[in-house]
């Protein structure tokens, strides 16, 4: 089985505090992505990477940075951390582009901001 | 631009009732659509989809078709049970990039015994 795994559970942050959220995946796969998760809202893609040193925005990137140095490592940056960034962050990962390869999900990191 | 409006919830049923979750979506051309479930502490897995109009998807007793013509992929279930109780989202494949999803906002199901 796929497995996708975020390094921290639960996270309590500073406002202006730099902070990492971790990602890796054991599968191989191409793609990485990082979503946040909030209520009424659904699931908002943040960055995305479909290779090694390759980095995509997604629909919410603002305040946020990205790094992928190993294929099977993905890393969310907040440069320095605000009260609205508390939210639940899902990392996920996939084979490939195609429709017939799914996203594979971490069980997420609840961040929150104080 | 492309968005997928769910049900509100929460939605609670008692067991072996009929589930509907209600799924509309506008899109440009001809996306893929996706159920995905969230369990309790766990991430989203992949439920069922459908790549084409009339297609169906089906998974665990669930079903959800794709119909065009009222840009709509409901997703039902004939007789629920207590381990259904998730979270679950509909979402579409954006024609740029085929995994770039967008989700629709989550309905949750609480199934009670």
């Known amino acids: 089985d796929v497995k996708v795994t975020q390094s921290s559970r639960y996270l309590v942050k500073r406002t202006g505090e730099k902070v990492f959220l971790e990602c890796v995946q054991d599968?191989?796969?191409?793609?990485m992505f990082w979503y946040r998760q909030d209520p009424g809202l659904g699931l908002r893609l943040i960055y995305f990477?479909?290779?090694?040193?390759?980095?995509e925005k997604g629909d919410i990137p603002e305040g946020y940075s990205v790094s992928r140095e190993k294929k099977e490592r993905f890393s969310l940056i907040l440069e320095s951390a605000s009260t609205n960034q508390t939210s639940m962050y899902l990392c996920?990962?996939?084979?490939?582009?195609?429709?017939?390869?799914?996203?594979?999900f971490g069980n997420g990191t609840r961040l929150t901001v104080t | 631009g492309n968005s997928v409006t769910q049900m509100e919830g929460p939605v609670t049923l008692s067991e072996e009732a009929f589930l509907t979750i209600n799924c509309t979506y506008t899109?440009?051309?001809?996306?893929?659509l996706f159920w995905y479930v969230q369990y309790p502490g766990e991430g989203l897995q992949l439920l069922l989809k459908?790549?084409?109009?009339?297609d169906k998807g089906s998974n665990k007793g669930f079903e959800a078709t794709y119909r065009k013509e009222t840009t709509s992929f409901h997703l039902e279930k004939g007789s629920v049970q207590v381990s259904d109780s998730a979270v679950y989202f509909c979402?579409?494949?954006?024609?740029?990039?085929?995994?770039?999803?967008?989700f629709g906002q989550g309905t949750r199901l609480t199934i009670n015994p």
């Open positions: 996920a990962s996939s084979f490939s582009q195609g429709l017939n390869s799914p996203l594979h």
């Open positions: 599968m191989d796969h191409e793609n």
């Open positions: 990477s479909y290779d090694v040193k390759m980095k």
């Open positions: 899109a440009t051309g001809y996306p893929s």
């Open positions: 459908a790549t084409k109009a009339d």
């Open positions: 979402a579409l494949s954006r024609i740029q990039g085929a995994q770039k999803l967008v």
